[in-house]
């Protein structure tokens, strides 16, 4: 029996195995087996960037000082649906492009039909809405803003001097719908979200010359904004809000004389509140991890801004977006939160080099 060749080169009925690639390189091996398309798929929804989603909605209801519960999960696979459904718009979007700038990405390939990646994002997007709607209307008040912005900029922004501004609102969102889904309220996250969503601007901004390269500006600008949001971050934790509890200081005497302890009784002494000083320790902890995953990229990418350093950079930035979450977390003293989602960081990290998030 005469065993004919797949396009790759493997036989159709024994494929091969293929080596394995490293991020960013072009598949070896393109043949039809289960776990090729499993693997294209992993790179069509960029999968190890899923670990950077959980964290905005957990970030979100950490501002509003509420506990998560049931509605916090709805509005984590929300978001995770919502940004998935993204991931599969954007590469059919950019289908004609990446048959010029990236014909190894699984479109272009011909690993993936375009139609199952269009397939693919609008049932996501259906999901992300139905799963936003069970945590509560002020949740689905968000979510389909959210989902709009996100079909707005794959299909018309993204080329636009709008895009980043697209892209850092999107984020923005995702933080307030854990906070609306949470708590039905999204005021006191929007400081949080803005600073979120300014990461996320200046990631997506390095991104748009990650195929050709360009200039040192965008890289350098990010640099910039990374010391900023470092400096924004750790300025407010001493002063962040302490989870809508107020510290028990006791009663003020009927008579209107102080208590004898040498203080007023509103203030807020370090050794008296000592989780106050933890909270901003590991604050300030969680915001140099932050610095530190894209200080040097940003920088290497500013001296010699060449496709593969600005795609380093991005990348970096994606990953760093899981210690600012944790950061912001810390700052509203929801220390375990802070924790768990910094430990999404090295597993995410992990499976980076298995399969790129860029």
Known sequence: MTLRESPCGCPDETPTAAPRATAGDTPPCACPGRSHRGRAWAELLRLPALFSV????????????????????????????????????NDWADRDVDAVERPHRPLPSGRIRPAAALTAACALTGAGL???????????????????????????LKHTPAGPVAMGTARGLDLLLGAAATSGS??????????????????????????????????????????????????????????????????RPATGHRPATGHRPGGLRADRFPGQDSGALLTTALT???????ARPYFHATLNPSPPLTQRAVGAGI???????????????????ALLIAALAPVGARFAKKVSVT
């Open 288 to 294: 140099a991890a932050y610095a530190a995953t894209t």
């Open 130 to 156: 139905a799963l936003a709607a069970g945590a509560g209307r002020p949740a689905l008040a968000v979510a389909a803003p959210l989902a709009a912005t996100v079909w707005a900029y794959d299909l018309g």
């Open 319 to 337: 990953r760093a977006t899981i210690p600012l979450q944790a950061a912001l977390t810390a700052r509203s003293r929801s220390t375990a939160t």
């Open 54 to 89: 959980p964290g905005d909605a957990l970030a979100g209801t950490a501002a509003t000082g509420a506990s998560p519960n049931t509605r916090t999960l709805l509005a984590i696979a929300s978001s995770l649906c919502l940004y998935e459904a993204g991931m599969a718009l």
């Open 186 to 251: 999204t005021r006191p996250a929007l400081p949080s979200a803005a600073l979120l969503g300014t990461h996320t601007l200046a990631v997506t901004t390095v991104s748009r010359q990650e195929a050709q390269g360009g200039s040192p500006v965008p890289p350098l600008a990010a640099l910039a904004t990374t010391a900023l949001l470092t400096r924004l971050v750790t300025r407010r934790s001493s002063g962040g809000p302490t989870r809508g509890r107020r510290p028990a200081t006791g009663h």
